[in-house]
């Protein structure tokens, strides 16, 4: 017995409140390069203003204040969460031994990946 399928149930279906991106903002990485050079100067601005509104949960009734920036050494975007008062990190992604590994991945050097401290 053969079975048919229509060209309507090979379509993934879109569930309501799901988050698309525009296809004309997606940006080509180029050969070598990572995931951080295919985002789009707008798509920044998106994930920026959704790192200040997940502190602003995760941290209600605190003055913060959300660094964002790229690490040269791992290529990568931080978030950075920090009191404003005193201007002591509470939170940052990815943490400093995340980006030493992508550091080292990047440039092929080898060693300890986290310094365990006493």
Same mark, same amino acid.
């Given at each position: 017995?053969?079975?048919?399928?229509?060209?309507?149930?090979?379509?993934?279906?879109?569930?309501?409140?799901?988050?698309?991106?525009?296809?004309?903002?997606?940006?080509?990485? +180029?050969? #070598?390069?990572?995931?951080?050079?295919?985002?789009?100067? *707008?798509?920044? !601005?998106?994930?920026?203003? &959704?790192? =200040?509104?997940?502190?602003?949960?995760?941290?209600?009734?605190?003055?913060?204040?959300?660094?964002?920036?790229?690490?040269?050494?791992?290529?990568?975007?931080?978030?950075?969460?920090?009191?404003? +008062?005193? #201007?002591?990190?509470?939170?940052?992604?990815?943490?400093? *031994?995340?980006? !030493?590994?992508?550091?080292? &991945?990047? =440039?092929?050097?080898?060693?300890?990946?986290?310094?365990?401290?006493?």
């Amino acid at each position: 017995m053969q079975q048919t399928t229509s060209p309507q149930a090979a379509k993934p279906e879109h569930r309501s409140g799901e988050i698309r991106p525009d296809p004309g903002s997606r940006v080509r990485p +180029q050969p #070598g390069g990572n995931v951080e050079d295919a985002i789009a100067p *707008e798509q920044t !601005r998106t994930l920026d203003q &959704a790192a =200040e509104t997940a502190a602003r949960t995760m941290f209600p009734g605190r003055e913060i204040e959300v660094e964002s920036y790229r690490d040269e050494k791992s290529g990568r975007f931080v978030y950075r969460v920090a009191d404003k +008062q005193s #201007g002591h990190v509470i939170h940052q992604s990815p943490p400093d *031994e995340l980006l !030493r590994f992508f550091a080292s &991945a990047r =440039e092929g050097q080898t060693g300890p990946l986290v310094q365990l401290k006493a």
